[in-house]
């Protein structure tokens, strides 16, 4: 069988993304996925493998495109505490424009997708994409105060990962919670990170 054009294979991860944001991670078969792209069930299998290796490329992709725009956020903040806001903010910005990716992220964890069994690439990418999101907390720590320590990567993390996720798990689109995010974004922001302990 030859193998797919390149843009069978978008196809594929397009469905597939499509298919785990509105059916669960847990639902999505060879045999759905192949049914809604169109294509034989061994394209699937000659293309990536496996169905694990297909769901964890499609993860990947919608992650990279996440990061990705996060970073652009970043770049055009006019301060600092702006920065963090907008890459607080950056979900519901991706959720406008790719829902599906969005929700795919929001609802499926990396850890039950890259197991041993995939293959060695993808795990690269994925830690290569880990040390992209710890270099981008780094990065506004140090915009912040000047330092990129543990504990001040911690309250940047507080507020780019942890209130996002929190508050964002009821509705990505709704405005106010766009901006109770962004204000408490910036009340965290008013408390400095604990002092260094000295050897």
């Not at 991860?13 to 785990?20: A, H, S």
């Not at 294509?39 to 992650?63: D, E, K, M």
């Not at 890259?114 to 690439?121: A, I, K, T, Y």
Request: hydrophobic share 50%.
């Amino acid at each position: 069988m030859p193998r797919p054009r390149v843009h069978d294979l978008d196809r594929l991860l397009d469905v597939t993304e499509q298919l785990v944001a509105s059916s669960g991670l847990g639902n999505v078969t060879v045999r759905a996925l192949a049914a809604a792209a169109g294509v034989p069930n061994g394209t699937i299998y000659h293309a990536f493998g496996s169905l694990n290796a297909l769901l964890a490329r499609a993860w990947l992709r919608a992650a990279t495109a996440f990061l990705d725009l996060q970073t652009a956020l970043v770049d055009e903040a006019a301060t600092p505490v702006e920065a963090v806001v907008a890459a607080a903010g950056a979900p519901a910005v991706f959720a406008a424009r790719r829902p599906a990716g969005a929700r795919m992220l929001l609802t499926t964890k990396a850890d039950r997708l890259f197991g041993p069994e995939l293959p060695e690439e993808l795990a690269d990418a994925l830690h290569a994409l880990d040390k992209r999101l710890v270099t981008l907390l780094v990065r506004l720590a140090r915009m912040l105060w000047d330092r990129g320590d543990g504990l001040a990567v911690e309250v940047v993390t507080t507020c780019v990962v942890d209130l996002p996720t929190a508050l964002f798990r009821r509705d990505l689109t709704d405005p106010l919670v766009r901006d109770r995010l962004a204000a408490a974004v910036r009340a965290v922001l008013t408390v400095p990170p604990r002092k260094k302990d000295r050897p």
